[in-house]
C-alpha cells in the first residue's frame, strides 16, 4: 500500500509541478494578479514533495508513531520561517521588487518541504517493518482502486476550502479591480489585508486537522 501511494503521489505531484511551472503566467492571470506567477514557480517544486510526504507521514500514522509526523511538521515550519523570511528581507535589501521578495519568501515552504521529506525518508529508513516471508500482496492495481475509492471523496472533501478560497481570490480581486476601477496594487493591499483575517478564521480548523489526524489510525484500528 505504501509503495503504491508513494508510485501515485510522486506521479500527481511532477504533473503538477510542471502546470503550475511552466503554466504559472496563465494561472496568474485567473487569479487577477499578474505579479503571482514568480511566487507560483517558486512553490511549484513544493507540490512534488507533499504527496510523497502524506504517503511517508501515513505509514508511520499506520503504525501509530506520530513522532516522525511531528518533527517533520516542526522541521517544515522552521525553514518556512527562518529561511522565507531571510530570503525575502535580503531581497527587498537588494532593491528587488515586491513580489521578487515574496517569491523569495515562499521558496522557504519548498526548501521546507523537501527538508522535511529528506527527514521523513531517513526515518523510513531507519525503521521500516519488512514483511514477512508467508504473507501474501495484494495487486498493485486493486491495491490503486481501493485507495482512490478512499483517497477521491475524502480529497474533494478536504480540498472544498483551498477552491473556496481560490475563487475568493479571483472573484475579490477581480471586482476590486473592475467594479471600482482599482490598480492592481490597490487590490492586492486590500485584499492582503482580507487574507490576514481568514488566517484567524481558518485557525480552529488546522487545530481539528491535527486531532484528526492522530485519532483516525486508533480508530481504524479498532473497527
Do not use: W
Amino acid at each position: 500500500i505504501f509503495r503504491v501511494s508513494l508510485c501515485v503521489f510522486l506521479t500527481l505531484g511532477v504533473v503538477s509541478f510542471f502546470v503550475m511551472f511552466f503554466g504559472a503566467d496563465a494561472l496568474a492571470e485567473m487569479l487577477h494578479d499578474p505579479l503571482a506567477a514568480k511566487s507560483i514557480r517558486a512553490l511549484s517544486p513544493a507540490v512534488i514533495c507533499v504527496g510523497c510526504l502524506a504517503s511517508f507521514r501515513g505509514y508511520a500514522q499506520g503504525h501509530a508513531n506520530m513522532v516522525p509526523t511531528a518533527v517533520s511538521q516542526i522541521i517544515e515550519a522552521f525553514c518556512k520561517l527562518v529561511i522565507g523570511l531571510t530570503l525575502a528581507v535580503l531581497a527587498l535589501r537588494a532593491g528587488k521588487s515586491g513580489d521578487t521578495a515574496a517569491a523569495m519568501a515562499i521558496v522557504g515552504v519548498t526548501v521546507g518541504s523537501f527538508a522535511a521529506l529528506g527527514y521523513m525518508l531517513l526515518e523510513y529508513l531507519h525503521h521500516r517493518q519488512m514483511p514477512r516471508s508467508q504473507e501474501e500482496t495484494a495487486p498493485a492495481g486493486d491495491i490503486l482502486r481501493e485507495l482512490l475509492s478512499i483517497a477521491i471523496p475524502i480529497t474533494l472533501t478536504s480540498s472544498a476550502v483551498s477552491v473556496i478560497n481560490l475563487i475568493d481570490t479571483s472573484l475579490v480581486q477581480g471586482r476590486l479591480q473592475t467594479a471600482l476601477h482599482m490598480t492592481l496594487d490597490q487590490s492586492r493591499e486590500l485584499f492582503s489585508a482580507y487574507s490576514g483575517v481568514m488566517t484567524l478564521y481558518n485557525l480552529p480548523a488546522s487545530l481539528i486537522i491535527a486531532i484528526t489526524a492522530s485519532i483516525i489510525p486508533a480508530v481504524s484500528a479498532s473497527l
